[in-house]
């Protein structure tokens, strides 16, 4: 198994190895989930696999879970449908920096992301390392940001286009999920900013150090908040990917945010993802 980094920052690309190999030799599926570890993206071409091979290696990292908006293959529960076709001209869901699912109280640890159709042009997917995004902030950035707690919300996203009884239901089902802005990674240690555009406000930015006069904590949080969202778009920190059908990416949730670009419509993209349940933040 080879593994060529793409840029020094963050993914590489691994040659020499089928995923339907992986998910059945341990040493293999070792070897891939170090180098997931180190870079955090792997990308791999020409995986001709079937459906039951990518959630089986997708298995081998942990349980799978559904998503309540996005439909998964019937056959295959927890392969998760990214379909964009003429039907879906107006839907703009995977174009925001994001980690997949932080709405949950335990977002997904990772995914596994096969390309079934790919537009001629356009549809490259582009992930962000978050430890550089957290480790390059400014000493005060830091000093203020240590401790502070940020809410995610699936109905403010994913909800925000449905009739309210729906809206309010999704809420019910996975209400907001409160997160650390800096988590830790649970097997490196690394630290890493971790508001995304699922994020909604800070829970506890309104502290007396902070706030002078009445509502002022209200600006002085959102335009923090809106300055650590941006900086997943620093073009240092990331890695842009180009698909072919049977490319494969591979990401850790922990520590990436990605976007995929929608620049391809009316042509067709169909990805299939698997997403790994993943811890509580802390
Ligand atoms: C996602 O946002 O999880 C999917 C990314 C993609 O479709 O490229």
Redesign the pocket.
């Known amino acids: 198994m080879q593994v060529a980094p793409l840029t020094k920052s963050i993914g590489a690309e691994i040659r020499g190895v089928s995923l339907a190999e992986a998910a059945r030799n341990d040493n293999v599926f070792g070897a891939i989930r170090d180098a997931l570890l180190k870079h955090k993206v792997l990308f791999l071409r020409k995986q001709d696999i079937s459906r039951a091979d990518h959630v089986a290696f997708a298995r081998r990292f942990g349980e799978l879970e559904d998503h309540p908006v996005a439909g998964s293959d019937p056959e295959h529960p927890g392969l998760v449908r990214?379909y964009k076709d003429l039907d879906s001209p107006k839907e703009h869901?995977?174009n925001a920096w994001?980690c997949?699912a932080t709405w949950r109280q335990a977002p997904p640890m990772g995914?596994v992301?096969r390309c079934i159709e790919t537009p001629e042009v356009g549809?490259?997917?582009i992930w962000s390392n978050m430890v550089m995004a957290y480790t390059d902030l400014p000493d005060t950035v830091k000093e203020d940001i240590e401790g502070l707690w940020a809410s995610h919300s699936i109905q403010s996203t994913f909800g925000a286009a449905m009739p309210e009884t729906r809206r309010k239901a999704l809420k019910d089902q996975y209400p907001d999920a409160e997160h650390p802005v800096v988590r830790t990674h649970p097997e490196t240690g690394e630290k890493a900013l971790f508001v995304n555009s699922f994020t909604t406000h800070f829970i506890n930015y309104h502290t007396p150090a902070r706030v002078r006069f009445g509502q002022d904590f209200a600006p002085a949080a959102a335009n923090l908040l809106t300055y650590l969202q941006g900086r997943a778009a620093i073009p240092e920190y990331q890695v842009r990917w180009r698909?072919e059908p049977n490319s494969v990416?591979i990401w850790d949730n922990r520590c990436t945010q990605?976007?995929?670009v929608q620049d391809y419509w009316p042509a067709v993209?169909k990805?299939e993802?698997a997403?790994i349940i993943g811890d509580r933040p802390f």
Do not use: S
């Open positions: 990214i869901y995977e994001h997949d995914c992301l549809g490259d997917t698909w990416a990605h976007y995929a993209r990805m993802r997403g």
